[in-house]
């Protein structure tokens, strides 16, 4: 099993130029969730997605948008980039919620000039 | 407000001895306590998932403690190896939520030979 792949690894936007980033994940989870990384903070969550054609706002939505057309796909889209979304953004899968483990993707390294 | 916070934010310590890295929050209705590794340039992997009632779990050299009451965590790594080196992050979920994991900035651990 792969687990969870992101693509694509590394990516150098210019502002104002949109982007998506995928997410796949081959074990089944109902869970999927995007997060982003910044120097010095913990892991925040933009989106999440409790199962198929569902998705939810987490604690920093803005300027990005998700679809879950395909359980096992999750997408996460830039719109209009700006420097302020420079980062290391981690997509993670889990069955339920909760107690439940979350496994990670390898991450994408964004940056926005 | 949800919070975990972690000390020390860097530690060094060489090959084969001890340390501990500690993790409190405040973070409430608690649902259990996470202990992730993260090596540079990769995803967060779990070390342990701890509930409410466990106040003790191991994975290999690695050893987790709970005090719900205190709300206080511990991470002890037993015999360092070089491949210890990485960030050790503690995650707090909340009861019921599926966006419910507040997330540490991290311990930065260095082994050295």
């Known amino acids: 099993n792969a687990g969870v792949t992101q693509t694509p690894k590394f990516r150098v936007l210019k502002t104002g130029q949109s982007m998506t980033l995928l997410c796949a994940q081959d074990?089944?989870?109902?869970?999927m969730y995007w997060y982003r990384q910044d120097p010095g903070m913990g892991l925040r969550l933009i989106h999440y997605?409790?199962?198929?054609?569902?998705?939810a706002k987490g604690e920093v939505p803005d300027g990005y948008n998700v679809s879950r057309l395909k359980k096992q796909n999750f997408l996460l889209g830039l719109e209009s980039a700006a420097p302020s979304q420079t980062s290391v953004y981690f997509c993670?899968?889990?069955?339920?919620?909760?107690?439940?483990?979350?496994?990670f993707g390898p991450g994408t390294r964004l940056t926005v000039t | 407000k949800n919070q975990v916070e972690q000390s020390p934010q860097s530690l060094i310590i060489l090959e084969g001895k001890n340390c501990t890295l500690q993790?409190?929050?405040?973070?409430?209705?608690?649902?259990?306590l996470r202990w992730y590794k993260q090596d540079t340039g990769r995803g967060p992997v779990s070390l342990t998932i701890?509930?409410?009632?466990?106040n003790t779990k191991s994975n290999g050299r690695y050893t987790a403690t709970l005090d719900a009451d205190t709300k206080q965590s511990s991470l002890h790594i037993t015999a360092s190896q070089l491949s210890d080196s990485a960030s050790y992050i503690c995650?707090?979920?909340?009861?019921?939520?599926?966006?419910?994991?507040?997330f540490g900035k991290g311990t930065h651990l260095i082994i050295q030979p």
């Open positions: 993670a899968s889990s069955y339920f919620h909760d107690s439940y483990e979350q496994y």
């Open positions: 074990m089944n989870h109902e869970y």
């Open positions: 997605s409790v199962g198929e054609g569902t998705t």
């Open positions: 993790c409190n929050y405040t973070v409430s209705p608690f649902s259990n």
């Open positions: 701890m509930t409410f009632s466990e």
């Open positions: 995650v707090v979920s909340l009861r019921g939520g599926a966006d419910g994991l507040t």
